[in-house]
C-alpha cells in the first residue's frame, strides 16, 4: 500500500551505481540448491523477486541470509519436492525449481508460474525439455508434477530463442548421465552468468554465450562463491531516465557491452554516450529524435528496455515505432503514459508513438515491473507531480529506487498510502 510521488521536470546529475542483476541473481540462488552444499554470493540485490524467491526455497528446505548484498545459501537439506503455490504464483523464475528438483531429486511438483502479464508466457519448452531428458511430466491441479529415475543426457532443439528454458535445461542437464545438447540456446548474459556459476559448482558447461550448450552431467555438485553481474536492465533504465530528463548521469558498475543494441538507439535518438569499461556516461539536450526499433533477444534490443524507451520516444521531436518481436503484449503501460499525455497507441505487435513536447504528471500505475520503469521515467520528466501506485511491480525489479534516484536531484518520496506517512525522504 505505498506509493511513489514524483515532482518532475528535474534533470538527472550525478553518479549512480548498478545493483547485481535481478534476472542472474534469480537463476544462480536457484542454482545454488542443485548441490548438497553451502554457497555464497555477492552483488545480490534486495529486490522483491528475490526475496520472494529466498522464501520459495526455504520452504524446499534450503536455509538463506542476504546480508548487505551477500547471500549465503546453506542447500546441503532439501526437504521436499513440492514447491510453494501461492509464493510460486507470482513470479515466473520459481519455475527455475523444476530444474534442480527434477535434478538433484528426481521429482519435482511445482506451480505453474505467474509473473508480469506480458503475454500468453506458458512453459510448453521448459516441459517439453524435461520430457526429452527422460521425465514423465504432466499437469494436475496447478502443478507441473514430473518424476524420472534418473535424468539422462539428450539433444534438445529449444524451438524458440527462451532464456528460462535454456537456464532451466542447464540446471536439469547438470545433474544428468550423459551429456545434453541444448541447440538454439539463448545467449542472454544471464544465461552465461549462470553456465559460470553452474561450472563453478562442478557442472561441465560449454558453449554458454552461443547458441549450442553442451552440458555433462556431474555426479557431485558442491556449495561455490561467487559475484553476480550487474543488472544490466537496471542500467538501462538509469540510462534512459537520464536522456529523458536531459540530465548528465554516469552509470557506474555495469558492463557496456550488454546493453549495446540500447547504446546504438540512445546515440541515435540524439543522446550523447561516452562507453568507458565498466561504466557509461550519457547526456542529453532533453530534445530527443523518434526511432524505429524491433525488440530481439540477446545481443538486439532487450524487451525489457522496451516500455522505458517508449517513455523517452514520447516526448521526442517525431514519430518512433517500437515492434515487439518476443513477448505478445508487453503494452499496459500504454494506457498509463497516455494519462501524462503521451500520444501512443498499440496496433498490432507495434507501439506507435507521436512525440509531444511535454508530459503532465497524473495518478498512474506500475502495470509490471517494466511499465514501473516506463512510468517512473515519464514522470521523472513531466511537468508536475506524479503518483505511481501499485509499486509491488517496479520493486520486484528495482532495488532502492527512490534513493538511487534522489541522490541523482530527483524529487521523489515513498509515501504509505493509507497514513500519508513519508517512508523515504529525498537524500539531498
Ligand atoms: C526472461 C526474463 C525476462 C525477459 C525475457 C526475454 C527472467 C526472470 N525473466 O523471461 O525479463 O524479458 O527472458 O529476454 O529472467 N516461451 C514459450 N514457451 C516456453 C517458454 C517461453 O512460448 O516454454 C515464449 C515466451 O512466451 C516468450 C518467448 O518464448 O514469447 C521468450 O521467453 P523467455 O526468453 O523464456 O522469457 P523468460 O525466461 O520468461
Sequence with gaps: MEKLVISGGKALRGTVRISGGKNSSLAIITAACLAPGVSVLENVPMCRDVVTLAAILEALGARIELQGGRMTIDARQMTTHVAPYELCRQMRASFYTAGIL???????????????????????????GFTALGALVEIEHGYMKATVDRLAGTTFFVPRSSVGTTINLMLAASR???ATVLENAAREPEVVDTAVFLNLLGAHIKGAGTNAITIEGADELHGASYAIIPDRLEAGTYLLAAAATGGDVLVAQMIPEHISALLAKLEESGATVDRGTDG??????????????????????????????????AMAD????????????RFGYVDELRRMGADIRA??????ISGVPYLTGAPVEAVDIRGGAAVL???????????IATLANLDRGYEQVEQKLSALGADIRRVDVRGGEILTAPVA
Excluded: W
Excluded at 517525431?318 to 503484449?329: D, K, L, P, Q
Excluded at 496496433?347 to 506507435?352: C, K
Design 280 to 313: 557509461v556516461r550519457v547526456r542529453a539536450g532533453g530534445i530527443h529524435r523518434g526511432v524505429q526499433l524491433d525488440t530481439a533477444p540477446y545481443p538486439g534490443f532487450a524487451t525489457d528496455l522496451h516500455p522505458p524507451f517508449a517513455a523517452v520516444l
Design 102 to 128: 527434477l535434478g538433484r531429486l528426481h521429482r519435482a511438483q511445482v506451480p505453474l508460474p505467474g509473473g508480469c502479464v506480458i503475454g500468453s508466457r506458458p512453459v510448453d519448452f521448459h516441459l517439453r
Design 318 to 329: 517525431g514519430a518512433s515505432r517500437i515492434r515487439e518481436t518476443v513477448f505478445e503484449s
Design 347 to 352: 496496433e498490432g505487435d507495434s507501439a506507435l
Design 377 to 387: 521515467i515519464g514522470a521523472l520528466a513531466a511537468r508536475g507531480v506524479t503518483e
Design 176 to 178: 544428468a548421465s550423459g
